[in-house]
């Protein structure tokens, strides 16, 4: 019995390891460094405004899932190749960036960990979804934190924008600018 749990935790978290790394070759090889001056003003006034110190280089790459923020000691923001005008560019920085502030990827990596040593219990399996979802609405309640209707709203499009232009590579061990479409429901349910 000791045999196969144990088996099933290493092939669990071998093929997110796997996963994982591979997909961040990829972003590195096919990525390319995004230099335009107002995305990287932008990224650094945001940096500034949430006391984030480290550096954060920003990767454009074209088969990325969703904007999302990727490594656990350097750190890389991934951008798709999708054109975003600079409102939308503001609310993606700042969501990733807060997901950096609150050591995210960190959180993602332990469900990981817990759902490998519990590979058996759909339980844990449904607690590890629901937990990013949480984390994705939480993320999204922070980035409007104090906004207007006007401001809120336009998040909530640039989460739909993104919703539909999601393609399916991802990693678990990301974080994405949108928690699904559990936590666009959920998000346009909410008061402004």
């Not at 332990?110 to 759902?115: D, G």
């Not at 979802?133 to 104090?146: H, K």
Request: hydrophobic fraction near 40%; charged fraction near 20%.
């Amino acid at each position: 019995m000791i045999f196969i749990w144990m088996s099933g935790k290493l092939l669990f978290i071998s093929v997110h390891l796997i996963n994982y790394f591979h997909y961040k070759h990829q972003i590195f090889k096919k990525g390319k460094i995004v230099k335009d001056r107002d995305a990287l003003y932008l990224l650094l006034n945001l940096k500034h405004e949430l006391h984030i110190k480290c550096t954060v280089p920003v990767v454009e790459y074209s088969e990325a899932a969703s904007p999302m923020l990727i490594g656990f000691f350097n750190h890389v923001l991934v951008l798709p190749g999708d054109q975003y005008n600079s409102e939308e560019l503001f609310f993606i920085l700042k969501h990733e960036l807060i997901h950096l502030k609150r050591g995210d990827i960190y959180f993602k990596l332990l469900f990981v960990v817990a759902n490998a040593v519990h590979w058996y219990n759909p339980l844990v399996w449904f607690m590890h979804k629901e937990a990013v979802v949480d984390m994705e609405l939480s993320c999204d309640e922070r980035v409007t934190q104090g906004s207007d209707y006007a401001t809120r709203k336009a998040y909530t499009e640039t989460l739909l924008s993104t919703l539909h232009k999601q393609s399916v590579k991802k990693t678990v061990l990301s974080t994405e600018f949108y928690g699904g479409k559990h936590s666009v429901k959920e998000s346009r349910g909410k008061p402004y």
